[in-house]
């Protein structure tokens, strides 16, 4: 039929050329379709088409038409590829999200349609900001090397003062944390009002910096209902007179939208951009058959510059992940080359004067290992955030299927559960950090540490309660 003629090419020549992005869907049909109808619909809807052709289209329309360009029957999955010149120009993420994650989504034609991996040409990566401040300049000013950076998130999630707030965070710094978040729906509440909170959090960080000798680091939630708040929060924070590098901006970047999370990215380049993925679960969730994977989510928001995103813990912690999905996410986002699901990533970019001299123009580059070690060319990484029902018995296990420690966690129950409170529960972490890099049993460690003792029996029994 016609829509296949437009909307699916099973011999497109260089689907690596640098013109497209190119993705893989999980599809099963719905209704009466066959998987190459219903592909060729998915293809149309998320690029130029509807459901008839129509008679308005031109020669060059038809050019901006995604194609279909491999099947595979038995895993059902469809390879489209999208020209990226469909996508509005001046680095837009939403954009691109709202033709191959839009529509489709909610079509007939489609029982399930997961997007799995996506792949950035390298001349569409140089239209994108990618991260600016990193994980690295924080290690720098935090002067933390070669293992996670310890953080927590205040729990109860809601209901402090700005007052309590503020000395749940000196008791974790003081205790010997790094990082302390916002949780996510942190915001103006009329008991804790913005303001009142972030000069608490000003003062209790003095003294712990104070009292601890060493940098700490507040990330603080400016989601907002509009733009001018969002700005509000972020300059009402730089003017309480906190040193640059010690706070962050968290954005909740599938509630707030993607729009927000490149404004601060490219309002703020030299602060840490948090993306916090709460709602994420509706898309990623493997037992959802619609959405987009955990991989794909990380990959769009380094391309969009966030510093950070949460990752997920593997399985390890509370919610529902693998290390299938979340730890090819983490890796996906923090090296400069890595494999993803179905696409090998490189993360280079480079400039027009130098295509031709190396050759990339027209070449196939998404199997090509390109100047992997030139990371001052690269885009920049973005940190995986590990995050959700950890505690310090599990930094280990995480670690361990992580595979590397260039990582920031977040422990709110793992800290503020601790029966010393959270100043133990944060030298509890730190223990628990200490006998990984000393590779010594956090069992073994725990005699003659004594909070680390207190986790590991408090912890343990507790997970053994909740089975
Ligand atoms: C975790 C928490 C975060 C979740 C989000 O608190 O508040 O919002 O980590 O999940 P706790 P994810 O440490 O007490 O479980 O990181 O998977 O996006
Ligand atoms: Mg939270």
């Known amino acids: 039929n016609s829509k296949q003629e437009a909307y699916v090419n099973l011999e497109l020549p260089d689907p690596t050329n640098g013109e497209y992005l190119l993705s893989v869907f999980h599809l099963v049909p719905g209704g009466k379709f066959n998987v190459l109808q219903a592909a060729a619909e998915v293809a149309a809807e998320s690029s130029t088409g509807t459901n008839f052709k129509v008679n308005t289209e031109t020669s060059f329309s038809k050019t901006m038409n995604a194609l279909v360009y491999q099947i595979d029957l038995e895993r059902e999955l469809v390879w489209i590829a999208y020209p990226w010149r469909l996508f509005d120009r001046g680095g837009n993420v939403q954009n691109i999200l709202t033709y191959i994650v839009g529509n489709i989504l909610g079509m007939k034609e489609v029982a399930a349609l997961k997007l799995l991996d996506v792949w950035f040409s390298p001349s569409m990566l140089e239209q994108y900001d990618g991260p600016s401040y990193t994980v690295d300049d924080m290690r720098k000013y935090l002067d933390v090397y070669e293992r996670p950076i310890l953080g927590t998130i205040v729990k109860p999630k809601m209901g402090l003062t700005s007052a309590e707030y503020a000395e749940v965070c000196y008791d974790f710094w003081a205790g010997g944390g790094d990082f302390v978040k916002n949780d996510e729906p942190q915001a103006n509440q009329d008991f804790c009002p913005y303001d009142k909170m972030v000069k608490h959090v000003k003062e209790a960080m003095d003294k712990a910096v104070r009292e601890t000798g060493q940098k700490k680091v507040h990330s603080f939630n400016v989601s907002a209902a509009d733009f001018d708040t969002m700005i509000q929060r972020c300059e009402m924070i730089i003017n309480a007179g906190f040193e640059p590098g010690s706070y962050a901006f968290l954005i909740d970047g599938i509630t707030a939208g993607w729009t927000a999370v490149q404004t601060l990215r490219r309002r703020y380049p030299n602060v840490f951009i948090h993306f916090h993925r709460a709602a994420h679960g509706a898309f990623t969730r493997p037992e959802n058959p619609l959405g987009f994977s955990v991989l794909v989510l990380s990959k769009f928001a380094r391309l969009a510059g966030a510093s950070g995103i949460h990752t997920g813990t593997a399985g390890v912690g509370k919610m529902k992940g693998t290390p299938e999905e979340d730890v090819v996410a983490a890796h996906g986002i923090q090296y400069l080359s890595s494999e993803g699901h179905f696409f090998k990533q490189a993360w280079t970019k480079i400039p027009e ?54 990582f920031i966690t977040t422990m709110g129950s793992g800290v503020h559960a601790h029966p010393g409170g959270t100043q133990l529960g944060a030298r509890a972490l730190v223990q628990a950090c200490d006998a990984y890099l000393k590779g010594i049993d956090i069992q073994e460690y725990s005699r003659g540490h004594e909070e680390l003792a207190q986790a590991i029996e408090y912890f343990a029994k507790a997970s053994k309660d909740a089975m």
Request: charged share 30%; hydrophobic share 40%.
């Open 353 to 406: 004067t130098d295509k031709d001299a190396i050759g990339l123009v027209n070449e196939d580059v998404a199997h090509h290992v390109i100047l992997e070690d030139d990371s001052w060319r690269g885009m920049k990484k973005c940190c995986p955030i590990v995050s959700g029902g950890l505690n310090p018995v599990r930094l280990k296990p995480f670690i361990d299927v992580m595979g590397n420690v260039d």
